[in-house]
């Protein structure tokens, strides 16, 4: 049986850093991603905002357990760009973090063990500049009750450190709640005692 991940270290917010060798640039961006799919935006990006880069190396993690992970080359040699960049995330632990090098070519090759080190350290570099968070993994639930059971129910998600996501209230009440994945058992019970539908 797989242990579940509670809590997962990511970063803040962006964060930027260079290494340059013998007139080649590195030029690294490190930002917080919560899918795939704006990973690949942010990739998007900064290739049309760097558009006169020779390569566009980058990795991210994602996920509690970085369980979805993706490491490019952008024709470098193989194993070069993206897998030195994997590394730092991996050696850091972070998830939900998309790290992407830009090169500028300074005329001198720097062979395998040079692009290799220049990669690692220009992902190094930002990664530094970040500041590393911890966060909670948390499902999302939602919950109807009465109007009547509102005290009550906003009592019970301070204590269970459950975040309101959206509400809605009338006669009845209808909250799309964040849970901690650890509290969700012991929530889904409390909410019970509240005759609370979710």
Not at 18 to 27: A, E, P, Q
Not at 137 to 160: G, Q, S
Request: aromatic share 10%.
């Amino acid at each position: 049986m797989t242990k579940k991940t509670y809590d997962y270290k990511t970063i803040a917010a962006f964060a930027a850093g260079v290494f340059k060798d013998r007139g080649s640039k590195f030029l690294s961006f490190a930002f917080p991603v919560e899918s795939e799919e704006q990973a690949r935006e942010q990739v998007r990006k900064i290739k049309k905002e760097y558009f006169d880069a020779r390569h566009h190396c980058f990795a991210y993690r994602i996920g509690p357990d970085g369980e979805q992970w993706r490491a490019n080359d952008d024709g470098e040699p193989s194993s070069t760009g993206g897998k030195p960049i994997l590394g730092q995330l991996l050696s850091r632990e972070l998830t939900n973090v998309l790290v992407v090098v830009v090169r500028y070519f300074g005329g001198t090759l720097l062979g395998v063990s040079g692009l290799i080190n220049a990669y690692r350290s220009a992902a190094a570099d930002a990664l530094d500049n970040a500041q590393t968070v911890e966060k909670t993994v948390r499902e999302i639930i939602t919950i109807t009750f009465p109007y009547d059971h509102l005290n009550a129910m906003m009592k019970l998600l301070k204590e269970e450190q459950a975040e309101i996501r959206a509400q809605q209230c009338d006669m009845e009440c209808a909250f799309e709640v964040a849970v901690p994945l650890q509290k969700k058992e012991k929530f889904l019970q409390r909410t019970g005692k509240l005759k609370v539908k979710s």
